[in-house]
């Protein structure tokens, strides 16, 4: 990828965006592109968190590791997404781990170089509020689907996530294999399988990792979710 496009990317996300071009131009600068190949590890559990990640290409998982040696999948991160903020300015060890679910690339922002700049511009702060807050307000949510929706209702929303809000209907090809999605949504892979079957009443059809969709509409209005829920997060 050009290092252009990796800059234009890293540049609009959440963590970045908001910052004067001055600041955001030098905390690129003392930051570290990295590549990783599907499977890699960017981070385990316990280890010294030092840097922020940015997602610039490719999706990677946070995952913790039980006792008894299972998986529980946290959030996937894509392109232009953020994560690690709140631990790595605790100055703690990252809670959970990290992997590349497919081939990847990331920037590496060191925590220094952005406390530093924050002390020296404190509107940097406002911008680091901001990411915060997003990734607490998702995990409520993820919560709140947990508690009070179906497998269907989660998956379809999950697949409305790749939509785009205009469409009439849409072929959508799942980002990661269904065991990682299944992970994703708190079910189980046999779960997810019963929940694409119970979507066929809507007009989604699942074929290897291709959902066609007939009805976007139908199918948002099986979830009950806000149409402009997407414009507002894309902007």
Known sequence: MPEDTRKKIARNSLLLKSLPEDVASRLLERSIWRKYDRGQNLFLQGEAAQSIHIVVAGWVKLFRM???????????????????????????????????????????????????????????????????????????????????????????KFLLEFCDPDARSAIVTLPYDKGLIAGRLGMKPE??????????????????????????????????????????KSR
């Open 66 to 156: 039980s006792q008894a040696g299972g998986e529980t999948v946290v959030h996937v991160f894509s392109r232009g997404e953020s994560f690690g903020e709140a631990v790595a300015f605790r100055g703690g060890n990252y809670p959970v781990s990290a992997e590349a679910v497919m081939e990847s690339e990331t920037l590496e922002v060191p925590t220094a170089a952005l406390l530093e700049m924050m002390r020296n511009n404190p509107e940097t702060a406002e911008s680091i509020l901001a990411s915060a807050f997003v990734h607490l307000h998702a995990l409520v949510t993820q919560l709140e689907q947990l508690k009070a929706e179906t497998g269907a209702e989660r998956t379809a």
């Open 191 to 232: 779960s997810l399988s019963r929940a694409f079957t119970r979507l066929r009443s809507v007009g989604v059809r699942v074929s290897g990792n291709l959902a066609a969709i007939d009805d976007v509409a139908v199918l948002r209005d099986y979830t009950g979710s806000d149409p402009t829920a997407k414009r507002v």
